[in-house]
């Protein structure tokens, strides 16, 4: 790929660096353009439907109530779906914002639902997922409650204290007394999978 437009294309989107521009659905096809000059093959674009957006106070436009997942895949093999039932297997997810359900501070903290359920058609248990952008380690906790193993990474040093608190709370860990399965262990300190990144 032509290093000039890959760095235009940074610039432009800012779509991995938090709290630059925000990324709406009109830039999804050309992350699915850059996405394809690494074997990457666009698959769906899976909405997130709030239930109670943050109330529009000026009232001279439609309120956020939605946020997009782009879904690709890369390579020939065929990709891990599992496919629920037929009423699961809709794009879309409707729940709550975080006003409903965080457990920490972090700003943008996902649901579990949503995340759990992305888990459950796109891996199985056993697997390794990697969240490059863990904030409150949400896709960790969901991991461990899947049976799935992790690793995250986050910049923030504050954000990583956020997710080892949650990985070591005791109500994480009902299958290591219930099923004494290997996923249900607690955590050590080498196997939380959490590091701060140093720039």
């Not at 709290?19 to 666009?42: D, M, P, S």
């Not at 009232?59 to 599992?82: C, H, I, M, R």
């Not at 965080?102 to 943008?108: A, F, I, R, V």
Request: aromatic content about 12%; proline content about 4%; glycine content about 8%.
């Amino acid at each position: 790929m032509n290093k000039t437009k890959l760095k235009i294309t940074e610039e432009n989107l800012n779509i991995f660096k938090a709290g630059k521009k925000k990324c709406n659905n009109k830039l999804y096809g050309f992350v699915g353009w850059v996405a394809k000059q690494y074997g990457i093959r666009t698959r769906t674009i899976f909405t997130w439907c709030k239930s109670n957006p943050v109330p529009s106070f000026r009232k001279v436009n439609y309120p956020s109530a939605t946020e997009y997942l782009w879904v690709g895949s890369k390579g020939t093999k065929a990709w891990v779906f599992n496919f629920k039932q037929q009423k699961e297997m809709k794009n879309f997810m409707i729940t709550a914002n975080g006003s409903v359900y965080k457990e920490t501070e972090h700003p943008t903290e996902k649901p579990k639902e949503l995340v759990k359920h992305l888990l459950e058609i796109h891996s199985n248990k056993g697997d390794l997922v990697l969240d490059c952008f863990g904030g409150s380690g949400t896709t960790a906790i969901c991991c461990k409650e899947l049976g799935r193993n992790f690793i995250i990474f986050e910049l923030s040093e504050n954000y990583c204290k956020m997710a080892e608190k949650r990985l070591s709370q005791e109500s994480l860990f009902p299958l290591a007394i219930n099923k004494k399965e290997d996923y249900g262990l607690h955590p050590t300190s080498k196997e939380v999978g959490i590091r701060p990144t140093i720039l």
